[in-house]
Structure formats: structure tokens, C-alpha cells
């Protein structure tokens, strides 16, 4: 790739460039599916690939192409910039942030059961109910992707949610976004915290925003003492495959029903706590057996 910039970019000038392409991409994949929609009359919004549709065009030009872009601005080629290096030790680490991720499920999932029961003071009711919308479009738009039941669509979804989604966020987010932020706030866990935020924010599902929050930090924390991004790559994709096989094997089963709707009792807290502590633990020995990388 030729770098469009040949000088140096600062991390506010980077950041400045990400977000610009982002949102021309937006606007681009708006004008793909308007242009399907009137050419093809593709334009049902509860048709699964519809979805797919969108959701592809959505994270190549809102995520994949802007990271990759800016990564190769300023001279440096996209891949070295993005740390897409390989390293002696790559197998181990993402060997342990899968297990970090296992570990961390009981504290995720009591965050999730503690967030979706938010609820805004009478003067923010509006706001709530816009966020309850939101929520609920994006709840209705997963239980269509997720409904079909063959090993083909599966795979897709696989392929789409799992491999295709996990490139493109962590190439913007950790690849990018927080590399440049390191630069700016001159502190590396800030920059995690940031990037974690905003990973957050933008995937628009408000009742999701801590436990989000919480994998953003997780994504972050494995990038920055693993110094490659195919390891929160391997971890996100860890992370959304999980979720799609679950789905698709105990989807409808009263086990399933039970996971999602558990109480929030004292022994589900002290179950989350012993996760998080042994989160930590595991962060520590991974950060020391990755300091001779």
C-alpha cells in the first residue's frame, strides 16, 4: 500500500482521520443498501441476509478500511503498524486469553444481569425510552440473524460474526484507536480505559454498555502486554463464536432460559468475585511471561 501521507501523523491527527473515515463509511454502505434496495428491491430490514448485508458493508467501511487506511498514513505499512507481527510466543498467549476470557464469563454475565436492570431517573425518561428502543431493535435484528438452524447459515454467521467482525474492531479499536490514544494521554491504562469506552459507546446497545465495557478492557490489557493484535483478535472471535454456538445448540432449552434470566443473589456476586480476582491473577502471570516477547 502506498501511504497517502508520507510524513509522521500525531496520535490527535490519526484519531482525527479514523473517525472521518468511519463516518464516510457509514454513509457509503447507507448509499450500497439504498442502491440494493431500489436496484434489487433488497430492502427488508426483518430479512436475515438483509442484515448480514449490512452488517458486512458496515464493518468493512465503518471499521476495517479506516483502520487499515490510517494505519498505512505517514509512511508505515498497515500491518507493521497494526502489530500484525508474529512472535515465538503467539500460540501461548492466545492460548491464555482464551482462558482468561472463559474465566471472566461469571463476572461478564453478572454485569450484563446488573445492566439490564438500569433504570434513569423520572426526568430521563425520554432518554430511556429511546435507549429501550434502540435496544430492542438491536435485540430483534440478533434474534433474526441468529434464527436460522443448518450448518450453513452457522458458518456464515461464523465467518461473519466471528472471523470478519473480530478483524475489523480490534484493527480500529485496539490497532488504531488505542495506540493513538496512547500517544495523547501518555498513559497506556487510560488508553485501555478510553478505547474500552468508546469500543462501547459505539455498538449503540445501552443495556450492554458495562459488560462491553468490561471485554473492551479485557481486549485492551491483552494487546498491550502481548504487543501483537492477533491476540485480542483470536480473544474477540473467542468471545462472538462462543456466543453463536451456544445459541445455536441451547437457544430455545430451559437451561438457556435459566443463564439468562438468573437473579442477582449473593452467591451469583461472590461467584463473579472470585472471577474477577482470578481474571487479575491470570493477567499478572500473562504480563510477566510476555515482558521477554
Not at 454485569?111 to 428502543?133: A, D, F, G, V
Not at 435485540?139 to 472471523?163: D, F, H, P
Not at 438468573?262 to 510476555?290: D, E, H, N, Q
Request: hydrophobic share 55%.
Amino acid at each position: 500500500m502506498k501511504p497517502i501521507i508520507t510524513t509522521p501523523l500525531s496520535g490527535k491527527a490519526r484519531i482525527f482521520y479514523l473517525f472521518l473515515f468511519s463516518f464516510v463509511g457509514l454513509f457509503v454502505s447507507v448509499g450500497i443498501m439504498e442502491f440494493f434496495s431500489i436496484i434489487f428491491t433488497f430492502n427488508d430490514p426483518l430479512d436475515s441476509w438483509y442484515i448480514r448485508l449490512n452488517m458486512f458493508l458496515q464493518s468493512l467501511l465503518m471499521f476495517f478500511f479506516p483502520a487499515y487506511v490510517v494505519a498505512g498514513m505517514g509512511g508505515a505499512h498497515p500491518s507493521s503498524f497494526l502489530r500484525l507481527q508474529k512472535s515465538d510466543k503467539l500460540f501461548f498467549a492466545i492460548g491464555f486469553a482464551v482462558l482468561i476470557f472463559v474465566i471472566s464469563m461469571p463476572m461478564v454475565s453478572f454485569l450484563t444481569r446488573l445492566n439490564e436492570q438500569m433504570q434513569l431517573p423520572e426526568s430521563l425518561k425520554s432518554i430511556e425510552q429511546w435507549m429501550r428502543q434502540t435496544e430492542d431493535q438491536a435485540a430483534a435484528a440478533t434474534e433474526i440473524l441468529l434464527s436460522g438452524k443448518n450448518v450453513g447459515v452457522l458458518m456464515v454467521n461464523l465467518l461473519l460474526i466471528g472471523v470478519f467482525a473480530a478483524v475489523a474492531e480490534e484493527c480500529f479499536f485496539r490497532g488504531v484507536l488505542q495506540q493513538s490514544c496512547v500517544e495523547i494521554v501518555k498513559n497506556k491504562h487510560a488508553a485501555v480505559w478510553i478505547t474500552a469506552f468508546i469500543f462501547s459507546v459505539m455498538h449503540l446497545q445501552f443495556y450492554g454498555f458495562l459488560p462491553r465495557l468490561v471485554l473492551g478492557v479485557l481486549l485492551g490489557y491483552l494487546f498491550l502486554y502481548g504487543r501483537s493484535l492477533w491476540i485480542p483478535i483470536a480473544a474477540h472471535f473467542f468471545n462472538n463464536a462462543f456466543t453463536l454456538l451456544v445459541i445455536f445448540f441451547f437457544g430455545e432449552t430451559d437451561f438457556m432460559r435459566q443463564i439468562e434470566n438468573r437473579p442477582l443473589t449473593l452467591g451469583f456476586g461472590c461467584f463473579a468475585a472470585i472471577s474477577l480476582m482470578v481474571t487479575l491473577f491470570l493477567f499478572r502471570f500473562y504480563k510477566k511471561r510476555m515482558e521477554n516477547v
